[in-house]
């Protein structure tokens, strides 16, 4: 039987009809677009065509709000340090505490370069604090910068309020939208977002090209300076192979959206009613009501997260964890913190992210799989008895430097 | 996916000794929850002989954690107490056949639940003296935490001294820049400032601690300098030997200085960091250059003589 792949939030496959398009741009049409002549001529064809694409399905008003770029994280980066550049009188950023680390590591760097990081704190279910938010917009602030959906959970935040609010005040407001864009439909032309990122691997295009949306009239300052690609917005030669790829995977994205937001919402809550009803002592964190149709995150209280995707990874289940393990780090993950899960449960969480290439029969072997793994874990654990968690788990275990 | 050898998958996916043992007469908790490793170690241990019959183990944690457990129980059956205490971190590692220096924590937490649970049957309070911290050299698993004792120890200020001390920074170098940042609030904290090098130290050039220049190289009888080398080499062993380690000086013949190294060092990859290290403090103590040479490297016909 083939593997069953659940973790797109972490990558996804690139489609079929994606690698057919952009093959021709590693061997015939090879040209840079920049030339004149016909080998590079095409090729600016080609990409803005793609540009079109990627306008169409974030609903921007002008092709030219988008700039290519390598990454997610480049273009998490190119926005605030921008924003920065732009407004060297403003000295403050607000971000929130369960931001990716392409946006979270860089502020913590800016800090020690003296800038004021204030980061939204969230509740038990993964949500803001608006009122919270709202006293912190005024006139030193350079730049918000909100993810629209959480990788972790898959929990939304209300980025088009929040862009209104600081866009009534005059403050720059970027949304990173790697994992929204493609399962949330878009209009950014009726939005108030001034710049926007996006990552072509989580939408089944290839890896090493990403999207800064960038508002007509938004002041602007080039990360990478040198060529005039990107209309001197973003220096370097294009990669035209990702940058096809990604315009035809954001056609696709358009055609499938309902397909998303339906049938894999669907498998998404099978799965997790599955495995809840079969597994005690498990629950889903972040925000259920409010969330991407593919991503459910559950809790595994008493054991740890990496040993389970080790099992499930022998049973032919990818998935992935938010322990401290799985990252090699000290600490379970920032978002399980920030949302106050407990250590016991936090280190046992496992995001079950979907695609459309995921059926239904998947889904049942996995909602077979995962609580016999569960079981022979708690085997192990020092916090179960027989039949359940010991009484008082954190007190009857102790150990000596917790 | 951590790179884990054929050993600690075996040890995972059937772990030996599951479960406390029933009537154990010692046990020792260990470990974080909030780092994510927890370890209850249960043994049974004969009051006359004080040998370990049977060994169980209940582990909160990952892949590692689990498989160091396992093998912890299947090396401590059999033995007495005594005997099992000699068993070290590296001992369990290398039962495993090596672990990720992402991991080596988790063979620290099987020694430490043996030393535990030993004290629990001798009556004794274990004493725990562990403290972790973020792991910045990856290349040979040293956290933040040892990197800061030892630069408060040595009155440290360079990432090429923190290198020879620490080892820390002496592999791929991408944490050097985590070390600068951890040197800039230490020297700061000590009233200094952390001055960099751009390009890292050019090869060979050593500088000399001026504290030290009164002692200049004429001033010493050849014995005494000798007797300094010693010394130097006597002040620098406990802290092999707490690697599992020693150096012992075997010769000294104008520059060159022989010396044996055992234990952990001897072989290892490890050698060379230490003989740097070795060679680091002898030139600031002497206030020359000299060249630490490893005894089997001596040229033959003196060796043999
Ligand atoms: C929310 C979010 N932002 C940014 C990134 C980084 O994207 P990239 O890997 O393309 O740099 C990711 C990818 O994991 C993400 O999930």
Same mark, same amino acid.
């Given at each position: 039987m083939a593997d069953i792949y659940l973790d797109n939030n972490a990558t996804t496959m690139c489609d079929p009809d994606v690698v057919q398009e952009l093959m021709p741009y590693f061997s015939e049409q090879f040209g840079n677009p920049s030339s004149l002549h016909s080998f590079g001529n095409k090729v600016g064809f080609a990409i803005k065509k793609a540009r079109q694409q990627v306008q169409k399905l974030l609903g921007a008003e002008h092709d030219s709000e988008i700039i290519f770029t390598s990454c997610g994280s480049e273009s998490d980066s190119t926005a605030i340090l921008s924003a920065l550049k732009a407004q060297p009188e403003r000295k403050e950023i607000i971000t929130t505490v369960v931001e990716h680390p392409a946006v979270l590591t860089l502020c913590e760097y800016l800090e020690t370069e003296g800038y004021t990081v204030h980061k939204l704190k969230v509740d038990s279910k993964g949500n803001l604090d608006m009122d919270e938010y709202a006293s912190l917009l005024t006139d030193k602030v350079a730049v918000v910068s909100v993810m629209w959906a959480n990788n972790e959970t898959g929990t939304i935040f209300p980025v088009l309020e929040m862009a209104e609010m600081a866009d009534e005040k005059g403050i720059m407001f970027h949304t990173d939208a790697v994992q929204a864009v493609g399962k949330i439909p878009m209009n950014l032309a009726d939005s108030k977002i001034h710049m926007l990122s996006l990552s072509g691997h989580k939408?089944?295009?290839?890896?090493?090209?990403?999207?800064?949306?960038?508002?007509?009239?938004?002041?602007?300052?080039?990360?990478?300076?040198?060529?005039? &690609?990107?209309?001197?917005?973003?220096?370097?030669?294009?990669?035209?192979?990702?940058?096809?790829?990604?315009?035809? !995977?954001?056609?696709? !994205?358009?055609?499938?959206?309902?397909?998303?937001?339906?049938?894999?919402?669907?498998?998404?809550?099978?799965? &997790?009613?599955?495995?809840?009803?079969?597994?005690?002592?498990?629950?889903?964190?972040?925000?259920?009501?409010?969330?991407?149709?593919?991503?459910?995150?559950?809790?595994?209280?008493?054991?740890?997260?990496?040993?389970?995707?080790?099992?499930?990874?022998? &049973?032919?289940?990818?998935?992935?964890?938010?322990?401290?393990?799985?990252?090699?780090?000290?600490?379970?993950?920032?978002?399980?913190? !920030?949302?106050?899960?407990?250590?016991?449960?936090?280190?046992?969480?496992?995001?079950?992210?979907?695609?459309?290439?995921?059926?239904?029969?998947?889904?049942?072997?996995?909602?077979?799989?995962?609580?016999?793994?569960?079981? &022979?874990?708690?085997?192990?654990?020092?916090y179960w008895g027989d039949n359940g968690p010991v009484e008082n788990p954190e007190e009857a275990f102790a150990p000596v430097y917790a | 996916m951590w790179d884990y050898s054929e050993t600690v998958k075996e040890h995972f996916y059937n772990p030996k000794n599951a479960g406390a043992v029933s009537d154990a007469n010692a046990v020792g908790d260990v470990g974080s929850i909030s780092c994510g490793d927890a370890l209850r170690l249960t043994l049974k241990v004969e009051p006359e002989t004080e040998i370990i019959i049977d060994a169980g183990f209940q582990t909160f944690g990952c892949g590692s954690a689990i498989a160091s457990s396992s093998a912890l129980t299947e090396m401590v059956k059999g033995k007495t107490l005594d005997q099992a205490l000699e068993i070290s971190n590296q001992d369990i590692a290398d039962f495993l056949d090596g672990l990720p220096p992402e991991k080596m924590h988790c063979s620290v937490m099987g020694r430490e639940a043996l030393q535990a649970a030993v004290a629990d049957y001798r009556g004794e309070v274990w004493e725990d003296d562990h403290e972790e911290g973020a792991l910045i050299?990856?290349?040979?698993?040293?956290?933040?935490?040892?990197?800061?004792?030892?630069? %408060?120890?040595? =009155?440290?200020?360079?990432?090429?001294?923190?290198? =020879?001390?620490?080892?820390?920074?002496?592999?791929?170098?991408?944490?050097?820049?985590?070390?600068?940042?951890?040197?800039?609030?230490?020297?700061?904290? %000590?009233?200094?400032?952390?001055?960099?090098?751009?390009?890292?130290?050019?090869?060979?050039?050593?500088?000399?601690?001026?504290?030290?220049?009164?002692?200049?190289?004429?001033?010493?009888?050849?014995?005494?300098?000798?007797?300094?080398?010693?010394?130097?080499?006597?002040?620098?062993?406990?802290?092999?030997?707490?690697?599992?380690?020693?150096?012992?000086?075997?010769?000294?013949?104008?520059?060159?200085?022989?010396?044996?190294?055992?234990?952990?060092?001897?072989?290892?990859?490890?050698?060379?960091?230490?003989?740097?290290?070795?060679?680091?403090?002898?030139?600031?103590?002497?206030?020359?250059?000299?060249?630490?040479?490893?005894?089997?490297?001596?040229p033959v016909e003196i060796a043999g003589a």
């Amino acid at each position: 039987m083939a593997d069953i792949y659940l973790d797109n939030n972490a990558t996804t496959m690139c489609d079929p009809d994606v690698v057919q398009e952009l093959m021709p741009y590693f061997s015939e049409q090879f040209g840079n677009p920049s030339s004149l002549h016909s080998f590079g001529n095409k090729v600016g064809f080609a990409i803005k065509k793609a540009r079109q694409q990627v306008q169409k399905l974030l609903g921007a008003e002008h092709d030219s709000e988008i700039i290519f770029t390598s990454c997610g994280s480049e273009s998490d980066s190119t926005a605030i340090l921008s924003a920065l550049k732009a407004q060297p009188e403003r000295k403050e950023i607000i971000t929130t505490v369960v931001e990716h680390p392409a946006v979270l590591t860089l502020c913590e760097y800016l800090e020690t370069e003296g800038y004021t990081v204030h980061k939204l704190k969230v509740d038990s279910k993964g949500n803001l604090d608006m009122d919270e938010y709202a006293s912190l917009l005024t006139d030193k602030v350079a730049v918000v910068s909100v993810m629209w959906a959480n990788n972790e959970t898959g929990t939304i935040f209300p980025v088009l309020e929040m862009a209104e609010m600081a866009d009534e005040k005059g403050i720059m407001f970027h949304t990173d939208a790697v994992q929204a864009v493609g399962k949330i439909p878009m209009n950014l032309a009726d939005s108030k977002i001034h710049m926007l990122s996006l990552s072509g691997h989580k939408l089944h295009a290839p890896k090493g090209v990403g999207v800064l949306y960038l508002r007509r009239g938004v002041r602007f300052r080039p990360l990478l300076r040198g060529g005039h &690609q990107e209309r001197g917005r973003r220096a370097g030669t294009e990669n035209t192979t990702g940058i096809v790829g990604l315009g035809k !995977a954001c056609e696709l !994205a358009m055609e499938h959206m309902e397909y998303e937001n339906t049938a894999v919402a669907e498998m998404r809550d099978r799965l &997790q009613e599955g495995i809840l009803a079969a597994v005690p002592h498990s629950f889903v964190t972040g925000n259920p009501e409010n969330r991407l149709p593919n991503t459910v995150n559950i809790a595994f209280e008493y054991i740890e997260g990496e040993a389970i995707l080790l099992l499930m990874n022998k &049973q032919g289940v990818a998935a992935s964890s938010g322990s401290a393990c799985t990252s090699g780090s000290l600490e379970p993950s920032h978002v399980m913190k !920030a949302m106050g899960i407990p250590y016991t449960a936090a280190h046992g969480t496992v995001r079950f992210s979907l695609s459309r290439y995921n059926t239904p029969e998947e889904i049942e072997r996995v909602i077979e799989a995962v609580p016999p793994i569960v079981a &022979q874990l708690r085997k192990l654990s020092p916090y179960w008895g027989d039949n359940g968690p010991v009484e008082n788990p954190e007190e009857a275990f102790a150990p000596v430097y917790a | 996916m951590w790179d884990y050898s054929e050993t600690v998958k075996e040890h995972f996916y059937n772990p030996k000794n599951a479960g406390a043992v029933s009537d154990a007469n010692a046990v020792g908790d260990v470990g974080s929850i909030s780092c994510g490793d927890a370890l209850r170690l249960t043994l049974k241990v004969e009051p006359e002989t004080e040998i370990i019959i049977d060994a169980g183990f209940q582990t909160f944690g990952c892949g590692s954690a689990i498989a160091s457990s396992s093998a912890l129980t299947e090396m401590v059956k059999g033995k007495t107490l005594d005997q099992a205490l000699e068993i070290s971190n590296q001992d369990i590692a290398d039962f495993l056949d090596g672990l990720p220096p992402e991991k080596m924590h988790c063979s620290v937490m099987g020694r430490e639940a043996l030393q535990a649970a030993v004290a629990d049957y001798r009556g004794e309070v274990w004493e725990d003296d562990h403290e972790e911290g973020a792991l910045i050299c990856k290349c040979f698993a040293i956290d933040d935490v040892m990197i800061r004792e030892t630069i %408060r120890a040595n =009155n440290l200020s360079s990432v090429e001294e923190v290198t =020879n001390y620490t080892k820390a920074g002496g592999g791929c170098s991408s944490c050097h820049e985590g070390i600068e940042n951890i040197l800039t609030e230490e020297l700061e904290a %000590r009233g200094d400032t952390f001055e960099p090098s751009a390009v890292g130290k050019k090869e060979g050039v050593v500088r000399l601690n001026p504290g030290k220049k009164e002692e200049a190289p004429a001033t010493m009888t050849p014995v005494q300098r000798i007797l300094k080398i010693q010394e130097v080499l006597e002040g620098l062993r406990p802290a092999l030997q707490a690697d599992g380690g020693d150096v012992e000086l075997m010769d000294v013949e104008g520059k060159n200085i022989y010396v044996k190294l055992t234990g952990a060092c001897n072989g290892c990859q490890m050698a060379a960091m230490t003989l740097g290290g070795v060679q680091q403090k002898l030139i600031e103590v002497l206030g020359e250059f000299v060249k630490v040479i490893p005894h089997t490297e001596r040229p033959v016909e003196i060796a043999g003589a």
